[in-house]
């Protein structure tokens, strides 16, 4: 005989906490970044433990602290965007496919963060089109970018327009933060860089910026969710069940 074992949780949130917690994560990053940029560039560095520490914390570098941080996030917005689509599935609500989207978007992001497959775009694209890497678009991965953005903003047009008001701002102003960071401030940085090359303390600022607009942009993002789920959503109960034999 199986019967079937249901064990629910309930766990509160507080949103403002959880939004002030990632906040002052993303701050420390950002100060850690930007002094240690301004020590590697003023300051004679002696020793291989204290350069490395640089990297660690710099945001314009891959694999350290800031990249996980960053997916962290990416990741968190995926899951909240997964436990949404989940409700609005089972009250039939609409937007379904725009919800799902979303949250597998998110998570493709949070893994790009890590292995980064839009970097080796750059090259190719460059190849094709004959860019030969120089100007705005010296990293050539932002000319797909820029098509993929154009294009998921006529396909979410609708969508966006009937949430309500409050959310509705609060995902622009994510979207501009995060879009503004990850595209415009890359297309600048990628003029300079052209230019300066990389080994200068102001190309590392630029990444600073950049970096921290798309924090900035997450953190907002992740808000805006939690304050939806909670406006629209009185309690959310997970259910974990398995079946036993007996």
Known sequence: M?????????????????????????????IC???????????????????????????????????YYISFLNLSSAVLLFIITAVEKKNRKPYFLQWTILSLGFLYISMDEVVEIHEELSNPIAGIINLNNQGFYTFSWVIPGIIIVLLLALFFARFITNLDSGTRVNFLIAAILYVGGAIGLEMLGGRYYGIHGSDNLTYRMMQNVEESLEMAGLIVFIWALMRYMSGRYKQIIFEFTQNSRK
């Open 33 to 67: 970044s930007v002094i240690g940029q301004l020590i590697k560039f003023n300051i004679d560095i002696d020793g291989f433990f204290l350069s490395g520490l640089i990297d660690n914390f710099f945001l314009g570098s891959e694999s350290n602290v800031p990249t």
């Open 2 to 30: 199986e019967k079937e074992q249901i064990l629910k949780t309930d766990l509160p949130l507080n949103i403002f906490r959880i939004t002030m917690f990632l906040s002052v994560i993303a701050i420390f990053l950002i």
